[in-house]
């Protein structure tokens, strides 16, 4: 199938704006390769022989005595494994017996594998509403120089990188494309059983913001939803992670909602790390040869098809920039237009990801964004390591199975949605367009997660109601004051002020509200949850009020109205207005952490660049020539 006429533009139009950047970084890559003997050759000896005998003494010293033997004596691959594991958060919990299990799929196939490194793995629904929520953006940047420390040693010939969750998975992908020279690997664990319907948990939640149920009600609900090790089952930002990784090949097909701790499970987890050895020192194996622009859209298309996290309106500008890909809002907006809406998960519906994967699944989806031409199926992906083969995307029409024998294999996925209200295909879509739009304005521009917003309430026209701090519009509820119709202007919450935090704990509020037949909105340059959607939000909005954009200069009463269908936020002030003033921050950048993150919020980046620290991961070299 052609590719669709925009999905081809816009593509074009990235891959010629990032072509000096782009250069740069495979230039870079491909140093990394040719200084580590054997890293980007193949056939050649292992990375780690180029390390000195008192270098390479500390890299074996722990090592069983097999293990040392092949690292010693035989050309064997060396494989890291770079985790974000830990015991408290479910998602990541089950990571726990992977590296046993890794290694010893490695050693079947004549390879070695080390644990490298571990990365934080930070929970924004533990956080929410509290300090530690302040430095969970920042997470990701952390995460990526996390990774960039395990991979240092020059000792690997491959990685795979295991995490799941928000900010997580972003952040190893940016460190694993400063190391892209390697063949490199995302390995999922899978969602929790589903629980409590999504339905009811917001429901209890509305109810419990509207004093209707208790404390302990509350908790009873939520213990419901949130039950078991695995993922969230919602469709929120870990889970729209899964789903991109999956469709821009960085995992194997069909991995991503795989429940942890199933035979398929420990199947897929063997195969990809076999995968991955085997590609050791083959050039266009390398995660660096595999992700380009292509990876990039077809990561966006996926986001729009699904109504996806909004937050990867900061993830993917910002791993597509650690490639060398300057990707912008406006190239997803384009497709947005072109792209339709063919899932409906919680909170764009009733479902959850298991639901999701009943229905078809990823293999569904996949094939029908590749029959409407909407994504590039001539992209490397993990099923073609080590293979020698280049099948691309079309090996994602495949599903997962295990044969009589309990032997891994690959099988056609369904033809046609078990349940269309999840999962349809994209001649007949639950709307024609995607899930996300851009909002521009006299206030700036920014993002909006519409297919989770009922027709009725995209459009908003009411007077400001203006808070500095998410926990004053709570109050303010609380107390009763937010009866009727408004907007509410939530500021001083962007990258450079708080770091960004996500403000998830006033969707009940506001909902409430709304379910009182008031019409109601969000404008803020914070962010949302993932999982946030009915009331409409313009969120990330760019210039912030701490680098004095105009959001800084609207009071109460000012005239604001949100279209969502047009991608407008237009601003009525009430009076003449001085020029913006910096929010005075206070004590709310120090305690529990936070003033270890000073230097992050004086140098990171604006929302439509991902709010990154890192500005220029591609510089020109000094001695450039001169431009004729």
């Not at 948990?201 to 939520?222: H, P, T, Y």
């Not at 499970?265 to 194996?285: F, I, N, S």
Request: hydrophobic share 45%; glycine share 10%.
């Amino acid at each position: 199938m052609p590719v669709h006429p925009t999905v081809d533009r816009v593509t074009r139009a990235i891959r010629e704006r990032s072509a000096l950047a782009r250069a740069r970084y495979l230039e870079a890559m491909d140093a990394q390769a040719a200084s580590l003997p054997g890293s980007g050759n193949s056939g050649a000896k292992p990375a780690r022989r180029g390390l000195a005998a008192p270098n390479l003494a500390h890299a074996l010293a722990a090592a069983p005595k097999d293990d040392k033997h092949h690292l010693q004596v035989l050309p064997s691959p060396s494989v890291a494994i770079v985790t974000a594991y830990n015991d408290m958060l479910s998602a990541h919990q089950p990571y726990a017996a992977y590296p046993p299990r890794i290694k010893a799929a490695l050693r079947e196939v004549g390879a070695v594998g080390q644990v490298a490194g571990g990365v934080p793995a930070m929970c924004d629904g533990i956080t929410q509403g509290y300090p530690g929520m302040e430095l969970s953006l920042f997470s990701r940047d952390v995460i990526a120089m996390s990774a960039a420390v395990a991979l240092s040693h020059g000792t690997f010939d491959a990685a795979l990188c295991l995490g799941v969750c928000d900010k997580i998975v972003p952040g190893l992908l940016i460190g694993a494309l400063r190391f892209g020279h390697l063949p490199i690997a995302f390995v999922p664990a899978g969602p929790m059983p589903s629980g409590l319907p999504n339905a009811q948990k917001a429901a209890a939640r509305v109810r419990f913001a509207n004093g209707e149920i208790d404390e302990a009600a509350i908790l009873a609900s939520e213990l419901q939803a949130y039950h078991s090790a695995g993922t969230c089952t919602f469709y929120g930002t870990a889970n729209t992670n899964q789903l991109l990784m999956e469709v821009m090949g960085l995992h194997l097909p069909g991995a991503s909602f795989e429940p942890p701790d199933t035979a398929l499970r420990h199947a897929l987890t063997r195969d990809v790390a076999q995968r991955v050895a085997r590609a050791a020192g083959v050039p266009k194996a390398s995660l660096a040869a595999r992700f380009d622009e292509r990876a990039v859209v077809n990561g966006v298309v996926a986001l729009l098809a699904t109504g996806g996290s909004t937050n990867h309106t900061l993830h993917l500008p910002a791993i597509a920039a650690a490639a060398g890909i300057e990707l912008r809002w406006e190239d997803m907006d384009a497709l947005s237009a072109v792209v339709p809406l063919l899932t409906r998960m919680y909170p764009n519906g009733q479902a959850d990801v298991n639901h999701f994967r009943a229905a078809g699944g990823t293999a569904y989806l996949i094939s029908q964004l590749l029959d409407a031409g909407l994504i590039h199926g001539d992209v490397g992906t993990v099923f073609d390591l080590g293979t020698g083969k280049d099948v691309g995307l079309e090996a994602y029409r495949q599903r997962p199975r295990l044969s009589e024998a309990g032997a891994l294999e690959w099988v056609a996925g369904p033809e046609r949605s078990a349940d269309e209200d999840v999962l349809r295909s994209a001649t007949e879509p639950f709307a024609p367009d995607g899930g996300l739009r851009v909002i521009r304005g006299p206030l700036g521009r920014a993002v909006i997660k519409i297919s989770a917003v009922a027709p009725a309430h995209r459009r908003v026209r009411a007077r400001a109601r203006v808070f500095e701090d998410p926990l004053d519009l709570l109050a303010a509820f609380s107390a009763g004051e937010l009866e009727g119709d408004l907007v509410a202007v939530v500021r001083a919450q962007g990258p450079r002020a708080k770091g960004m935090p996500e403000l998830h704990k006033l969707t009940a509020p506001l909902k409430a509200l709304q379910q009182r037949g008031h019409a109601v909105a969000l404008v803020t340059d914070g962010r949302m949850s993932g999982a946030s959607g009915s009331v409409p939000a313009a969120i990330h909005l760019t210039p912030e009020a701490v680098d004095g954009g105009p959001i800084a200069q609207i009071r109460d009463g000012d005239w604001l109205e949100l279209d969502a269908e047009a991608g407008e936020l237009r601003w009525q002030p009430e009076g003449e207005r001085a020029p913006a003033t910096n929010p005075d921050m206070g004590q709310d950048v120090t305690g529990f952490g936070r003033e270890l993150f000073a230097i992050f919020r004086e140098k990171v980046g604006p929302a439509d660049r991902g709010a990154s620290v890192f500005a220029n991961l591609n510089p020109e070299p000094a001695s450039a020539p001169e431009p004729t």
